[in-house]
């Protein structure tokens, strides 16, 4: 969407400390959760059950990870990444013809370079090919999370928050609603607190944090807190590009 490089190091800014914020509520309610549970009258038996069956899927199918292991990972990550960036090079100037698609962004090289790629691991996930995560493809996975997650981490300018306080104020009231909106579902639902921290950090912070928060509960549910942040990197990128049609939609049209 072009945004300034006076607003996005802002964003990036609030997006950290905002997740953060909540990303330690959550923490704490891990650490609180049979009390919590039993307030709600959550039945956590689904738990238990969840990470016996982690435990027991893990032992029965891990295996020690060899040379061509890794290499078939490489191969798979980056030739699906290559693949995009071919794809998105062509996609994206064909759709520069069309003056009503060019106003979704759909002219963008990057937008198509960022679905393609999500939409392969998508498709990948219902073939052989994630049998690879038995030899810790999430693992490797992970490295280049970080490795983005620190990329984008290098953009944010804390600053940029004194210059315009309304952005901050929109994060917190974004998170707000989030919170709300989780914690008046559960309790209708009387889900347990690990769906509710898990879930939610799964969506907000992604497959950097989500993990630490499974973690909070028992250390064999960190697998957990990866496919549920992993399920949310993919359904984000497609609801962010909505929400951000939606938002061009609403905002103000300025000469």
């Known amino acids: 969407f072009e945004v300034s490089n006076d607003v996005f190091p802002a964003m990036v800014a609030v997006d950290i400390i905002v997740a953060n914020i909540w990303m330690a509520v959550l923490l704490f309610m891990a650490g609180e959760a049979k009390v919590l549970d039993a307030k709600r009258g959550a039945d956590t038996s689904a738990i238990e059950d969840l990470r016996r069956t982690v435990e027991k899927f893990q032992h029965e199918n891990e295996r020690i990870p060899s040379l061509t292991d890794f290499m078939m990972i490489g191969a798979i990550a980056f030739g699906c990444t290559g693949l995009a960036h071919l794809f ?27 679905v393609l790629a999500t939409s392969f691991g998508l498709i990948l996930s219902f073939t052989r090919a994630k049998d690879y995560d038995h030899a810790g493809a999430s693992r490797v996975g992970s490295v280049f999370i970080y490795i983005l ?86 359904l984000g990128t497609y609801g962010a590009w909505l929400c951000g049609i939606l938002m061009k939609m609403a905002a103000p049209v300025t000469g």
């Open 88 to 114: 998105a090079n062509w996609l994206g100037p064909f759709f520069e013809q069309f003056e009503a698609l060019e106003k979704m962004s759909l002219n963008s090289t990057f937008f198509w370079l960022i």
């Open 149 to 234: 997650v620190a990329t984008i981490g290098m953009k944010m300018d804390l600053t940029a928050i004194t210059r315009i306080p309304g952005i901050f104020l929109v994060g917190l009231i974004w998170i707000s609603i989030h919170a709300g909106l989780l914690l008046l579902v559960a309790k209708i639902i009387k889900a347990p607190t690990f769906f509710i921290a898990v879930g939610s950090q799964a969506n907000v912070g992604g497959a950097a944090s989500a993990p630490v928060v499974a973690s909070a509960f028992h250390p064999s549910l960190a697998p957990v807190g990866v496919l549920l942040a992993v399920l949310g990197y993919a």
